[in-house]
């Protein structure tokens, strides 16, 4: 039997609502930053941008379009963009800028978008989707101030529309959704070993995922506000939340048209930035800046995409950066584990980094993590809790996506015994917390033994002349395959590949058959959009150059 209080106490979950409800609170706060194409730069509170992304909204509503295609730098455009089509009742596909004309061609017709808001800068993108896709209305921001070009124009068209029905502002759009189990979201996979897969985004899946990062990064915890700094890429899996989160807290966007450091620590030393989110790569890159210094005060970086070394880490911290290590997929909206420092490894600075370099444990709005035996489909049999037993990880919960949009076999594959799998290996440590050795794929097997390439490549970024490392396994006649070592260096150091085989062959750390047989080294390492390393690629460069060798 239903109970009064049944209709009133709950409600739908979805993330939109945290504009309007920052805007009602602190309307004249600082809700963005950014530098424009014209160099000028723009402050804009949370009242101009609730009234913007309403407008947004209303065009979207009045020209009855529902599957929104993004594709724009981090700039206050792609901000309005996800407010806009949230509150419009739409669905947004964000996507990723760096992709070929063909791939976004693509993921704009597999999503079906029905129109297309575009930076002015990444328009060629679209010339093959163009072609084939005429009827479909591309709306471009020029980028050059906030009253210039047809993005602008569709905000005052929106406005207009809303004033002609009463100013309903946001009491007329969609800030709470009827139903929380639609979608909010596509989200597109890198696509680097096959078609990109649209990973479904719901607004409760989203808006739970938003809150466990706003809490286990602290966006609220600071005791100035929150000034969230947009290194990481708005487009990567919704830019891992923080555009809803930041948002949540009334925290000020700074805009990042491109990652440039000189211009990252221009801000980080002249702006109050407390909190950022980049891949280790990134981090590395920064902390060896020309222009690093340790900051005044404190800035919580999330240090996500790929496993981090404990030596980056004791680098962030020197300069002020408290790292926060997190763990995720596409398919988990971003970050889905966080590592918790026990109490008595904080006074232990080198056991604390190693300790701050595992994945850890659940989100608090996800359920236990859980490594898994390979051979144990489909009753999935958890490994030992030893750090030893390698296993794969596999999710459960609130985190999770739905699934694969129009693609039933690949969610099916994806969600094999009731787990979301992640093709990550780890190891289960005895307090419960998984540490990632390699993905499925990156496991080298030397002579039967498995070598984690991630632990090799943690123990050569100790010397002090390397900068990053990525391990391959390379055929051998004796052995199936041995480890190979692609490095950067510190300029001008002299040292020479021979030169780190023998100061990793004489460290303890690794055994003998984890030694990389040969080390090269290399201008720079290939990575994709988000800072993730591409090892496919030299994996294939590394085949290529030895059917050259064969055939000579």
Not at 189 to 206: D, E, L
Request: with cysteine.
């Amino acid at each position: 039997m239903a109970m009064p209080g049944d209709m009133v106490s709950k409600h739908t979950l979805s993330p939109t609502q945290f504009l309007p409800r920052a805007a009602a609170i602190e309307p004249d706060a600082t809700a963005i930053y950014h530098v424009n194409l014209n160099g000028q730069v723009e402050r804009r509170t949370y009242e101009t941008f609730e009234r913007r992304a309403a407008g947004l909204a209303y065009y979207l509503k009045h020209h009855g379009n529902k599957r929104v295609g993004i594709l724009a730098p981090n700039t206050p455009t792609f901000l309005d963009s996800v407010f806009g089509t949230g509150g419009a009742g739409a669905v947004n596909v964000a996507i990723n800028s760096r992709l070929k004309e063909e791939d976004v061609k693509y993921i704009f017709e597999h999503s079906e978008v029905d129109l297309i808001i575009a930076d002015v800068q990444y328009e060629p993108l679209l010339k093959f989707f163009r072609k084939d896709h005429p009827s479909v209305p591309i709306i471009i921001d020029t980028d050059t101030g906030p009253e210039n070009g047809p993005f602008n124009e569709a905000i005052r068209e929106g406005l207009h529309l809303d004033s002609r029905q009463g100013n309903l502002g946001w009491a007329g759009l969609q800030a709470q959704c009827p139903n929380e189990d639609e979608m909010i979201a596509l989200s597109y996979t890198s696509g680097t070993t096959s078609r990109p897969k649209g990973v479904i985004y719901t607004h409760r899946g989203a808006y739970l995922a938003m809150l466990g990062n706003l809490i286990e990064s602290g966006l609220n915890n600071s005791s100035v506000r929150c000034g969230y700094l947009w290194i990481l890429p708005m487009f990567h899996a919704m830019g891992w939340t923080f555009p809803w989160g930041v948002t949540a807290v009334r925290g000020t966007h700074y805009c990042l048209r491109k990652v440039e450091y000189s211009n990252i620590w221009k801000l980080l030393l002249s702006e109050p930035i407390t909190h950022f989110c980049a891949a280790p790569t990134v981090n590395t890159n920064l902390c060896r800046h020309k222009d690093a210094r340790r900051l005044s005060r404190p800035v919580q970086v999330v240090v996500a995409a790929s496993p981090p070394s404990a030596v980056l880490f004791n680098q962030m911290t020197a300069l002020n950066f408290l790292p926060v290590h997190g763990y995720g997929l596409t398919e988990t909206y971003g970050p889905a584990t966080k590592s918790y420092i026990p109490p008595e490894w904080v006074g232990d600075s080198e056991g604390k980094y190693t300790y701050l370099a595992r994945q850890g444990h659940s989100m608090i709005t996800a359920l236990p993590v859980r490594v898994v035996k390979s051979e144990s489909d489909p009753e999935l049999i958890d490994v030992a809790k030893n750090g030893a037993e390698i296993g794969e990880v596999v999710v459960t919960g609130n985190l999770c996506t739905k699934g694969y949009y129009k693609d039933p076999v690949g969610t099916q594959k994806l969600f094999e015994g009731g787990q979301l799998h992640t093709g990550d290996l780890a190891v289960m440590h005895p307090n419960g917390a998984i540490q990632v050795v390699d993905r499925a794929k990156d496991i080298i097997i030397s002579g039967g033994e498995n070598i984690s390439s991630v632990a090799v490549e943690n123990v050569l970024m100790k010397h002090p002349d390397v900068i990053e490392a990525a391990v391959i396994g390379i055929p051998h006649e004796k052995w199936g395959e041995t480890p190979k070592a692609f490095i950067t260096t510190v300029h001008d150091s002299g040292v020479e590949g021979e030169d780190i085989r023998q100061w990793a062959r004489e460290n303890s750390e690794i055994g003998g058959f984890m030694v990389p047989s040969q080390v090269e080294i290399v201008p720079e390492l290939p990575k994709n959009s988000t800072g993730k390393m591409q090892k496919k690629v030299l994996r294939e460069m590394e085949m290529k150059r030895r059917h050259r060798v064969a055939n000579l």
